[in-house]
Each structure stands twice: as C-alpha cells, then as structure tokens.
C-alpha cells in the first residue's frame, strides 16, 4: 500500500536559497537606464512623462515610468530563478527614490549646458524647489498654460517621487504569487489545466426571466449550478490533497476538458496545476468561473494547494456548498 506523498520539509541536501546577485540588480539597472534616458529624450521634445496626472491627483505618469524602470528586477528574477525577497523589493524603495533624483539631475545637467548656466548660478536643490514652486496643471490637448501651483507644488512633487519609486516595486511584487520550488531554487511551469463544468449551461439560465429585471427561478437554477461544481471541486480536492504527483494528474486527466464556447456551462471550476521541472513538487490552484443573475461575469478562488519541496503550508478545505 503506497504512503500518501506529503509536502515535503527542507532537509539538508537541499540548495541553500538564491540571493538576488549582481546579474538581477544588472537587468534592474539597465532598464532603470533605458527609461531614464527615454523620459530625457520625451523631455527634450517637450512631453513631461513624469507630470501626468489622472483627476489633478493620481501621478499616472510617474508611476507607468517606474513600472517600466522596475521591469528589469522582475525579468531577472524571473529567468535566473531567484526569489526576490519582501526586504529586496522594499529595498527597491530606497533605489526607486535615487533614481528619480538622477532623472532630476539629468534634466538639471542638460538645462544647464543648454543654456550655458554655471552651476553656481543654480544650484541643484534650487533647481528642484523652482521646478516645484513653478508646476502648473492644464488639461490634455489644452493650449493654455495654467496657473502655478506655488508652495502647493511640492506636494505635487512628493506626489511624483512616491508614484515612481512604487511604481518601480510593481513587477517584482507580482511575482510572489508565483509558485517557486524553494529547494531546485525554480519556479514552477504550467502542467496542464482541467475543469469541472456544471450540466446547467449558460444559454439555460439566461433564458429563464428574459424581459424581467429580477428572476427566481434564473438565480435558483444558477445557484443549483455552482452548488454542483463546487461539490465536485471539494470531492477533488479530497483526492489529490496528500497525494503523490501521478495520482494528481491521474484524477486531472479524468475530469471535464475546456468548453466549447456553443456549450459554455454556467458553472465552472478550472484547476491549474504547475510544477517542478527539476523534482514532483506542484502546485494547484482552483478558480470558479461563473455569473450573476444580472449576467455580469463572476470568479472566485475555490480552493489552493501548494506541494512545493522545502515548504510546507496546510491546505484549507474548501467549503463544500450546501
């Protein structure tokens, strides 16, 4: 009788964990340098990138460069298989705020060699408090100029500083929802998805009530139908939560396949399974995929299970529908 496989917890044959190396801080800083020397040039041509702003408030500008300035942290990580720590990506922070005072002092050196002022003349901090005093808001496409902002300006500024320098952490924090297998030292790669559709289609439920706003019997047969396939979930769930990868994709392999778009059920439940390209660690995530009685699309998560080597974190049952 074969003993249920258990995630399993970090011995001393595993790799010791991946600490960003200079390779990730390299990816980070050319494309921090790539960016940096795009928003000069879009100055030069007169757009502010950096002085967008949504509603007067939201620095939309400032954040999309920092995203875009932080891509290369994420790509390295990515590809080298490094696990960024939360301390590292906090840490980019700190290295967010010093980018954005080089972009400053870049446009403050090419100010001053355009119109040839030495730089006892102005200095860098004056630089920056008459860029923030001077700030004026005019909608898109307007020709007028706007008033300044004046003192109010550096709160634009800060605005503008706090935007990038967060925008900079975005794509390396969208990585910790990837699963990473922490003794290969690799993220785990996609093995296949599954479903478990409802017998209730969704051509079905939305013909029931048609012309009426609010309709009994559509929520009671939708209903019905996300009762079903969250049981079948739980009842899949019971199968494959201490069970050895093979049995995982055993029980996988004989569940729905995907939909066609004519038989599209009201209900379904897609279980995404990804692994180790290295050892049988995986990881499971299911995700309901459903409707309102008003139509509008609806997800949810149903249950997760990660089975990773050198970590282990108990799987909450999912709720079985009554």
């Known amino acids: 009788m074969s003993t249920p496989n258990q995630p399993v917890a970090a011995t001393s044959s595993a790799l010791p964990e991946r600490s960003p190396g200079l390779l990730v801080y390299a990816c980070g800083v050319g494309t921090t340098a790539l960016v940096l020397l795009l928003v000069q040039a879009l100055n030069g041509t007169g757009f502010n990138a950096m002085g967008l702003y949504a509603n007067g408030i939201l620095p939309v500008g400032a954040i999309l460069v920092g995203v875009a300035s932080g891509v290369g942290y994420a790509l390295g990580s990515r590809f080298l298989n490094v696990k960024l720590s939360r301390g590292f990506v906090f840490g980019m922070l700190a290295t967010g705020v010093g980018d954005w ?8 050196a090419s100010i001053l060699e ?52 967060l925008g900079t952490m975005v794509p390396a924090w969208t ?17 296949g998805t599954s479903f478990v559709r409802s017998a209730v289609l969704q051509a079905e439920v939305m013909k029931l009530g048609r012309f009426r706003l609010k309709s009994p019997e559509r929520e009671a047969l939708l209903q019905t139908a996300q009762a079903e396939v969250r049981r079948r979930a739980v009842e899949v769930f019971a199968q494959i939560e201490r069970a050895p990868l093979a049995v995982v994709r055993s029980v996988l392999a004989g569940l729905d396949g995907a939909a066609s778009r004519k038989d599209k059920p009201a209900a379904q439940v897609s ?8 050892c049988e660690s995986h990881h499971l995530v299911a995700t309901l995929a459903t409707f309102a009685a008003n139509g509008r699309p609806a ?15 108990p799987a909450a049952a999912p709720a079985e529908a009554s």
Request: charged share 20%.
């Open 101 to 108: 005072f080089a972009l400053q002092y870049f446009e403050y």
């Open 114 to 165: 355009h119109y040839r002022v030495a730089p006892t003349a102005l200095g860098f901090f004056d630089y920056l408090t008459q860029t923030a005093t001077s700030m004026s808001f005019a909608r898109a496409g307007s020709s007028s100029e706007g008033v300044e902002l004046g003192r109010a300006g550096y709160f634009f500024k800060a605005l503008e500083l706090g935007g990038f320098a």
């Open 175 to 191: 990585l910790f929802a990837m699963p990473y297998c922490r003794r290969c030292r690799l993220y785990l790669k996609a093995d």
């Open 271 to 278: 279980i995404c399974l990804k692994k180790c390209p290295r």
């Open 299 to 313: 997800t949810g998560e149903v249950f997760k299970l990660d089975k990773t080597q050198g970590y282990s974190e």
